[in-house]
């Protein structure tokens, strides 16, 4: 699967037999026996996603294509590797400091993804030939970043960061949840969020499905 991801797009789950020495299937993604790196997360499932605690790695292409709406990583994730989030589109949000980023992580994207750096700036990062992130020239889709600013992130006197754009954001509206929750079709006609300062928006057009009060 690492070298064959599109391929494996079709692929709704994977579940891996219990006695397998090397692989392990948690929430329906592939990560290696000892949870520490998550090798492929099935092309069609769809929603928010958030990474098993304890991983360290985001695998080679693990998210390649895939059709999920965001991702958090938790603060246990210290590396992303090639391409892992290439031809995706939607929104990645880091919780925790990364010690690397591997060249084209991010890169290949239709309608643009968003990252959101909550625990601190990236120790390395690609810029040259194979940069991190390459925003989409070609299309309408680029890249966003977005950052807590904690003091370690260092701009030059033109406001970039390692010769990319960054914009800041205030802890409180950094997004912590997302969804869909419109009664038309796939549900999809409306969308909320909700920030970590308690701010819930709901944006779209159409009719919203029925939920049960729950105090």
């Known amino acids: 699967i690492e070298n064959n991801q599109s391929l ?3 692929f709704e789950a994977v579940e891996v037999a219990g006695e397998n020495q090397n692989y392990a299937s948690i929430d329906d993604a592939l990560y290696t026996k000892d949870g520490k790196t998550l ?3 099935p092309g069609q499932k769809t929603g928010a ?48 400091k990364l010690d690397t980023i591997e060249g084209e992580a991010f890169s290949e994207y239709g309608e643009g993804v968003s990252v959101y750096f909550i625990g601190g700036a990236p120790l390395n990062v690609e810029t040259g030939e194979n940069p991190s992130f390459i925003t989409d020239t070609e299309n309408e889709g680029q890249i966003t970043i977005y950052y807590v600013d904690d003091g ?35 549900g999809k006609n409306l969308g909320w969020t ?3 300062g308690g701010t819930l928006t709901i944006s779209g057009t159409g009719e919203m499905s029925d939920y049960e009060w729950n105090r």
């Open 39 to 41: 090798i492929y997360y």
């Open 8 to 10: 494996a797009h079709g």
């Open 194 to 196: 909700l920030t970590e």
């Open 152 to 186: 370690s992130w260092e701009l030059d006197e033109n406001g970039l960061w390692n010769g990319y754009k960054v914009n800041k954001i205030n802890a409180e509206d950094v997004i912590i949840a997302s969804g869909f929750c419109g009664a038309e079709e796939d």
């Open 49 to 96: 996603y958030t990474v098993h605690e304890g991983t360290e790695v985001i695998g080679r292409m693990a998210f390649y294509n895939a059709n999920v709406d965001s991702v958090t990583l938790p603060e246990s994730v210290k590396t992303i590797e090639f391409k892992a989030f290439a031809h995706f589109d939607g929104k990645v949000t880091v919780k925790g």
